[in-house]
């Protein structure tokens, strides 16, 4: 017989989980691409793309209050528009954060090559990152959130510094011209980013585990709001004010440019250890929410079956061990390409987007009040960033047709799946 998750998650260990989330490979490798691409105008799509995580972040917050289930943003378009839909965007989360997993590995690496590491080293400390999050997460939730509470507080510390000592290099002159590719570089940029915000839902996945979900998610998510947007605006500020951006190499690790550059090499290289620490910290947060969905996805029958098994400490271990192959998978197919980070970018980013637009649609269906207006407003925001995705819309449509696909011919209806849709529309 299956156990029940464990509620044991705290404000503050949400707190931590969220910046885990959120605060990861984007803002470790998209500051200085954005700012090459599109020029001092970039903040105001960071600005953008932070804005919108307010609303987009309390809507998942006030959905995740009211329907607290391990399936997520599935769950809650499930309950709004059918199974069927449910799959499809419970299948896209999926996909987009396990290969999110081999991006956020891939970069921790790269800045791990500013210690002299060759990229074979390299993929092979990405692999090491992916190891010791998927054991951290099949030994349960409480070893997690511990780590996750560290990682966070390193992530924020370093992040404040390289702006502080970025404050005396800030000249004038970095800031002009101010879109020197024009506007519409801009909103390529802001869809470019986003997957630097690609976390706000994932607390969702994790709510049946908090200890009170009507009260501690939503704290969670307005203390983790103000200061994620905090810290990602002002590492860009640092960015185009100390005009550290350009080339691959410096685009790629651009935290540690501006900690070396204003504090001496040694802190750079301090900042290089410390950046394989953030990359674990954000894998080891999103193997935990996304083995939540895989189990909700196998346990309602749309997944493969062993995935939804959970074991007597209430760990969905199976499911865990699941998105630690997908990633490494994904990883493996990166090195014998030769790609890199930035080409699998376009996965999680054309995901996500749809993600949220459908689940803002959800939002606005099954809530009321201030959150049905946020909903609303956010699924409209979204929308104005699909202009700018061109031919990688292509991605969703593959991972749909093939989620139907399963679904029709290999799917079974989970035991309790329709009970508990009919009661969560009742209440």
Request: with cysteine; net charge positive; glycine share 12%.
């Amino acid at each position: 017989m299956n156990q029940s998750l464990r509620r044991t998650i705290t404000v503050w260990q949400g707190v931590a989980l969220y910046v885990g989330a959120v605060i990861g490979a984007g803002v470790l490798l998209l500051p200085g691409l954005s700012v090459t691409l599109a020029g001092p105008a970039s903040l105001g799509a960071w600005l953008f793309d932070a804005l919108l995580g307010i609303p987009l972040a309390l809507v998942f917050a006030a959905l995740a209050a009211r329907f607290p289930d391990a399936g997520g943003v599935a769950t809650y378009v499930r309950f709004a528009f059918g199974p069927a839909l449910g799959t499809v965007i419970g299948w896209f989360y999926f996909v987009a954060s396990a290969t999110a997993q081999a991006l956020v590995s891939l970069t921790g690496a790269y800045y791990a090559s500013r210690l002299g590491f060759g990229r074979g080293e390299a993929f092979l400390l990405a692999a090491g990152i992916l190891v010791i999050g998927t054991v951290a997460n099949a030994r349960g939730l409480k070893v997690s959130g511990r780590l996750q509470l560290v990682f966070s507080g390193v992530v924020a510390t370093m992040l404040l510094l390289a702006l502080l000592v970025s404050l005396p290099r800030f000249h004038a002159a970095n800031w002009t011209p101010v879109a020197p590719h024009g506007l519409a570089s801009v909103g390529q940029v802001a869809l470019l980013i986003f997957f630097a915000f690609f976390g706000w839902e994932a607390i969702a996945h994790l709510s049946e585990e908090f200890r009170d979900p009507a009260r501690d998610v939503q704290r969670a998510t307005i203390l983790s709001v103000g200061l994620i947007t905090l810290l990602f605006v002002g590492v860009v500020v640092a960015t185009i004010g100390t005009g550290t951006y350009g080339s691959d190499d410096v685009n790629r690790t651009v935290i540690a440019r501006l900690m070396s550059n204003g504090a001496g090499n040694a802190v750079g290289m301090l900042t290089a250890v410390l950046a394989l620490l953030i990359s674990l910290g954000t894998v080891n947060a999103f193997i935990a929410t996304t083995s939540r969905l895989g189990y909700a996805l196998a346990r309602d029958g749309v997944f493969p079956a062993p995935l939804a098994k959970v074991d007597s400490g209430g760990v969905p271990r199976a499911a865990v061990l699941g998105v630690g192959a997908f990633a490494g998978v994904a990883l493996l197919i990166t090195y014998v390409a030769n790609w890199g980070p930035e080409t699998l970018l376009v996965v999680p980013n054309s995901l996500v987007i749809v993600t949220y637009v459908i689940g803002m649609a959800a939002g606005a269906r099954l809530l009321s009040g201030v959150p049905r207006v946020l909903a609303l407003f956010s699924a409209v925001l979204c929308l104005a960033l699909l202009p700018f995705s061109g031919a990688t819309i292509g991605v969703p449509v593959v991972v749909a047709a093939l989620a139907i696909a399963y679904r029709r011919w290999l799917g079974r209806p989970g035991p309790d799946s329709m009970a508990r849709t009919q009661s969560a529309i009742r209440r």
